[in-house]
């Protein structure tokens, strides 16, 4: 850790004290920027982009380069994990991610592939070892994999979907054959993310993007269970990497989500800090929670929005701001530089830490 | 309320004895029932089927003669109120609705017009008429219309959304236009809900299907406060008639939703009963929450998750039982027959008043 020059995430994640709030922002390696516009052009398309290390760490760099953000997170896709047990990704042109062979059956399930990190995902960990090379230690490289609960759903719907019509009726008529694929889902991921850290990556976000859409039963049965393995794992092995655990419309259960043993726990803006604050009883750091829309504000606008997060949060180390979800392509990438200057100028009052304290 | 033979529903919302609880499944007249789809077939388009009163009648009432339902609701869309507006609504080929005219700009917002709802929605009103007139006073018959602030979502953007990204732009960017919009539509469904008690609807529900998408301060701003307008307004001239408001994924507002005046709150899948029951403080019935795809179950997978609702809820009479969201296209009527039988069967010990007891 002391080889990092900006120790401000790894500081809030392990509760130490801070000069003012680390901020990084989901998506920050996007559309929004007419930079990663140019690359990604020139890619073609999106998995290429992905699969080739030399341009995931050029449109990783990118932000960190405009911006003086306190973290790099990995550009990759939390799909990549389903395409290398054997489901075929691909991209319809304004469809989203799609899948060749969905998983629906416990044929289907059995038929799955555990793939080796370093073969079948080799373009991810060599996009982190490069990225590691090119950061010079300047922030810490997030890496990064989707929840099982959230990446099963995909896998059985074979792509996006409004009612996972598909995934309901396996969890109601077959849980048997659910729960083997959520435990081939969260071995493969645990494998994953272990190969990350080896790779470099010095901190882990599992994104679980469709939690909230489970009742509080099922989300305890389908998704945070998974999530714990992936914590109780990955602590064993590499205690020294925090992990931050963020679902999607779980303000309900961030009690749960705090007792898995994560280090953070990432909150979108339908609840207030001070109440997620209150929920997790300060076992954790809070990542969020900016409503993305925000940034389409006027900087007034922004900067009164911004003050009401780190208000919410309130006075203390552990709070990492960022957005609630991932950052619109439509945003200008001005309004996110005036965010960013904002949280600086404004998050030392907030720490005990501060130069002017 | 004496003349209608059925009044479990309405018993349940103004807080009386009942036998059992009552039980209605939100868009009971859909596509999952076989003679839905031939009528369907026959007008040709959803939209000839929602606004030919004999048609809208029809398929209101089938549910009602295949099951033993404790309320009809009337075959609408929340969508017919920004129609009658002037946006110029329309179904595009597996798009869902779209507009031909969205409202995006402060001009948009003042050339809306406040249309009468027995003239430019007249045709619900017959429909309304016609199957008060059909139903024999068997059971009541709700009426509804959308949040404010959803339709509004619709209307800016022209359809459904992922990212409400121009909504989010005229919220953040500005208010004071999103304002005048939600006033409007404040105004027109006050009129609308008006009319439908006067045609002849027993109760009145109000969908937030958006509301959700929103942070606690903007859901306050700008969904409840004008939900909250029309209850008030409903209240004041047509005082008996309950009213029930709905925000999907709300459940952490449901204290706030509870203290508006209406009578009864629905609640969806991803918040137990009992912790929904302790929010809102006995003020109001509550109406739900089974998860749809617990539909695509085995007839005792059903029970036991109807069981667990019930359970939930506990000994009580202002239960109303639902499912949290619509039913499933591709759902077997039978299972719902199975579980409404079940409620029908298990529910008594839950009821003082029932005849067990």
């Known amino acids: 850790m002391h080889s990092i020059k900006n120790t401000r995430l790894l500081r809030a994640l392990s509760n130490q004290p801070n000069d003012r709030t680390p901020i990084w922002i989901m998506r920050q390696a996007g559309r929004y920027l007419p930079e990663y516009r140019e690359v990604r052009a020139k890619a073609g398309d999106f998995l290429t982009l992905a699969s080739t290390p030399e341009l995931a760490c050029e449109v990783t760099l990118q932000p960190i380069r405009r911006y003086p953000l306190d973290a790099a997170i990995i550009f990759s896709d939390i799909l990549t994990v389903p395409d290398a047990m054997g489901l075929g990704l691909y991209f319809a042109e304004g469809e989203g991610p799609k899948f060749k062979r969905p998983t629906r059956t416990p044929a289907d399930i059995q038929a799955l592939g555990n793939p080796d990190p370093e073969t079948e995902l080799r373009y991810v960990m060599d996009a982190l070892r490069l990225t590691r090379s090119e950061l010079h ?27 996972y019509v598909n995934t309901k009726k396996l969890m109601y008529a077959d849980h048997d054959a659910l729960h083997m694929l959520l435990s081939k889902v969260t071995a493969t991921t645990i494998q994953y993310l272990t190969a990350q850290v080896e790779a470099g990556a010095q901190a882990l976000m599992v994104f679980d993007t469709w939690g909230g859409i489970l009742t509080p039963k099922t989300y305890m049965d389908y998704s945070l269970r998974y999530m714990q393995e992936i914590v109780s794992s990955l ?98 990438p001005e309004n996110v530089e005036f965010m960013i200057e904002t949280v600086h100028e404004l998050s030392p009052a907030f720490h005990s830490n501060s130069p002017t304290a």
């Open 137 to 163: 230690d300047s922030v810490p490289l997030i890496g990064f994999a989707g929840s099982p609960w959230t990446v099963a759903t995909y896998m059985i719907e074979g792509g996006g979907s409004k009612e």
């Open 235 to 332: 602590k064993q092995s590499h205690p020294d990497t925090p992990i931050t655990l963020f679902t999607k419309n779980g303000g309900m259960w961030l009690p749960q989500i705090a007792r898995t043993g994560c280090d953070g726990v990432g909150v979108d803006w339908t609840i207030d800090l001070r109440d997620a604050r209150a929920l997790t009883s300060e076992k954790v750091a809070l990542q969020g929670n900016l409503d993305p829309g925000v940034l389409y504000g006027s900087k007034a606008r922004i900067k009164e929005e911004v003050i009401r997060v780190l208000e919410s949060y309130g006075e203390g180390d552990r709070h990492i701001f960022n957005l609630g979800h991932g950052i619109h392509q439509h945003i200008d």
